[in-house]
């Protein structure tokens, strides 16, 4: 039987990242960690119609994989401290949960 987790918190070891939906040429820059906020909203109605999460191995991706992967996206940064130019110069774990691809970039909390 597959792993499930509760949140992506759990998913990732983090609080904050980056959720990808590819097929919307969006991504959401967010705190998850939130229990009563906009990005827990988001998880449970947008990203999985289930209470849980599924497995997802990382996969470590570099600045140029990172590159692509925001190429012809639209960002949302919904954090406070946060620079639209930071994401270029982004390494970290990428999670391919099929629609949608969770990153856990290096170095944010």
Known sequence: ???QHTGLQELTGQ???IVVYPAAKMGIVCNWSSKDGLP?????????SGESIPDAPAKRY???DMAE???NLEIIDTSEDRGGDVLPHISGKVF???AVVVIAPDDWA
């Open 96 to 98: 391919d949960l099929g």
């Open 40 to 48: 827990r909203m988001l998880e449970a109605a947008v990203i999985w």
């Open 1 to 3: 039987m597959e792993n």
């Open 69 to 71: 992967i925001f190429k």
């Open 15 to 17: 609080e904050s990242g």
């Open 62 to 64: 570099g600045y140029a």
